[in-house]
Nanobody, 117 residues
């Protein structure tokens, strides 16, 4: 399974970015897709997740109301719309595909998001 993120970049505080995670190599519908981020010197943290079973979504408290995850099954892609970005959102953002039945997960290479103040 291959995951390729795109959409990162440099943005001013208050701005927006839309990240995409394109998944290939297996049945897209068998995977829950999540977004994580890791800032320098900090542990990786889970931001959001889109279930493949009931299409429920999860958001970490620090992004609720600002970030929106969506899933495009026709294009095997998950998007993360990020609005009202803050300097503390600066991190490498990575997507993760998890297949619960086999307890397997895969990671993308990550995309840098930098928010200037």
């Amino acid at each position: 399974v291959q995951l390729v993120e795109s959409g990162g970049g440099l943005v001013q505080a208050g701005g927006s970015l839309r990240l995409s995670c394109a998944v290939s190599g297996d049945t897209f519908g068998d995977y829950a897709i999540a977004w994580f981020r890791q800032a320098p010197g900090k542990e990786r943290e889970k931001i959001s997740c889109f279930s493949n079973y009931d299409y429920s979504t999860y958001y970490a408290d620090f992004v609720k109301g600002r970030f929106t995850i969506s899933r495009d099954n026709a294009r095997n892609t998950v998007h993360l719309q990020m609005n009202s970005l803050k300097p503390e959102d600066t991190a490498v953002y990575s997507c993760n595909a998890y297949r619960a039945f086999l307890n397997r997960q895969y990671w993308g290479q990550g995309t840098q998001v930098t928010v200037s103040s």
